[in-house]
Antibody
Framework: QLRESGGGLIQPGGSLRLSCAAS????????MSWVRQAPGKGLDWVSV???????FYTDSVKGRFTISREESTNTLFLQMDSLRVDDTAVYYC??????????????WGQGTMVTVSS | DIQMTQSPSSLSASVGDRVTITCRAS??????VNWYQQKPGKGPQILIY???SLQSGVPSRFSGGGSGTDFTLTISNLQPEDFATYYC????????FGQGTNVEIK
């Protein structure tokens, strides 16, 4: 299971760190992604952290967001800096099951809402 | 970047109907396509991976097909619990979702 936390209301230009606590599997042995969904909109892939440590980001968050993990607590993070109004969304963490297909997201959290507004 | 164009954006159907959703990739992506179902207020659930493989536990009325640039998700014998939004996703190069298809009750 995955459980996100850390969302909330933040002013434009501010920072927020999201957490995703995993249970039942090791996030360090899996590819882990963040996906967001703006209110009333579709799914938007944000970032992935490979088991080997490589990271990738969608263009709109490069240089502003950082994905990381803490093995001791089995927790995935998304550090979000220089937040913009268009970052407002529900943020989901999800596990990629590379045995199925790289990028196939087979376990999702319930999401945490981030609202960027003045 | 690879774009995924999903159609239709919404459709109305009745219980028992057969429904087909299509997704077109902006370039050849082989079979690197997954399909998800999302219900209001919930996280998505994977239905199909690698274009045509059914995820464990997903009813067999769901099927996926296609390769290259054109892909389909078919729901045969639509059930009340199938009314939801469906998304395709490519993972050939980075990851991109289609815009979604809302399946509504007629």
């Amino acid at each position: 299971q995955l459980r996100e936390s850390g969302g909330g209301l933040i002013q434009p230009g501010g920072s927020l760190r999201l957490s995703c606590a995993a249970s039942g599997f090791s996030i360090s042995n899996n590819y882990m992604s963040w996906v967001r969904q703006a209110p009333g909109k579709g799914l938007d892939w944000v970032s992935v952290l490979y088991s080997g440590g490589r990271t990738f980001y969608t263009d709109s968050v490069k240089g502003r967001f950082t994905i990381s993990r803490e093995e001791s607590t089995n927790t995935l993070f998304l550090q979000m800096d220089s937040l913009r109004v268009d970052d407002t969304a529900v943020y989901y963490c999800a596990r990629e099951n590379t045995a199925m297909l790289p990028g196939a997201l087979d376990i999702w959290g319930q999401g945490t809402m981030v609202t960027v507004s003045s | 970047d690879i774009q995924m164009t999903q159609s239709p954006s919404s459709l109305s159907a009745s219980v028992g109907d057969r429904v087909t959703i299509t997704c077109r990739a902006s370039q050849n992506i082989g079979s690197f396509v997954n399909w998800y179902q999302q219900k209001p207020g919930k996280g998505p659930q994977i239905l199909i991976y690698a274009a045509s493989s059914l995820q464990s536990g997903v009813p067999s009325r769901f099927s996926g097909g296609g390769s290259g640039t054109d892909f389909t998700l078919t729901i045969s014998n639509l059930q009340p619990e199938d009314f939801a939004t469906y998304y395709c996703q490519q993972t050939y190069s980075s990851r991109t979702f289609g815009q979604g298809t809302n399946v509504e009750i007629k």
